[in-house]
């Protein structure tokens, strides 16, 4: 398997709603990302797990939190989110190497719409 | 932080025609380059990449070259056909934490083949 999957694909929320991203993959890569895209723009880094430990988050406000439940999943916990949150979310898989920096496989990425 | 200047935003060719897409970077210490195509409602997807210790690489009718001294990188696409009609995003990292930094993306080339 060398993909990295998205679940859910399309997400609508509500403000004072609470949902979850989830990624998936199951190429042995201990690295994860997520990032966020907005319409037009490039991706933006928001966190890193690497080895199942957050090793970057890019002062992402609060309502936003990643969890690494084991090395093949990632997610990501919204609430009480904000229109201007509304985005695709992209989770990505990388075969960490240190001191250097391995290729990044992105998923299909969420679509999110917050009402 | 890194930052990453990509240029033109949009460029139109003729199909069969070359294409050049530049792109600098800001830290000395960013050593990994890839470059990602992203097609509408797709995730990106990753063309091809180079590191800091090469200055040319060639896939096909894609290459990129690198000068690390002034800072800048650029993407060739050669004999260009209907199909390379995308976005195109260079990025940087440092390839630091352990391996899993995280990608700074440039703002995008949308390239439009003109049949």
């Not at chain 1, 199951?26 to 997520?34: E, F, N, P, V």
Request: hydrophobic share 30%.
């Amino acid at each position: 398997d060398t993909e990295v999957t998205q679940t859910p694909k399309h997400l609508v929320m509500g403000m004072t709603n609470k949902k979850s991203l989830k990624c998936e993959q199951h190429m042995g890569h201990r690295a994860m990302y997520w990032y966020k895209q907005k319409a037009k723009k490039p991706p933006e880094l928001m966190f890193v797990y690497s080895y199942e430990k957050l090793s970057i988050n890019e002062s992402v406000p609060s309502r936003f939190s990643p969890e690494c439940p084991n090395s093949s999943l990632l997610n990501l916990h919204l609430h009480a989110l904000q229109p201007e949150d509304s985005a695709l979310y992209l989770c990505a898989s990388s075969a960490p190497r240190a001191g250097d920096q391995e290729t990044q496989y992105f998923g299909p990425g969420t679509r999110l719409l917050v009402l | 932080g890194e930052n990453v200047e990509q240029h033109p935003s949009t460029l139109s060719v003729q199909e069969g025609d070359s294409a050049v897409i530049k792109c600098t970077y800001s830290d000395s210490a960013s050593n990994y380059f890839p470059w990602y195509k992203q097609e509408l409602g797709k995730r990106p997807q990753l063309i091809i990449d180079i590191r800091s210790n090469v200055g040319e690489k060639k896939d096909q009718r894609i290459a990129v070259t690198l000068n690390k001294t002034a800072k800048h990188f650029s993407l060739h696409i050669t004999e260009t056909q209907p199909e390379d009609s995308a976005v195109y995003f260079c990025a940087a990292s440092m390839g630091s934490g352990g391996g899993a930094d995280g990608l700074t993306f440039g703002k995008g080339t949308h390239l439009i083949i003109q049949p």
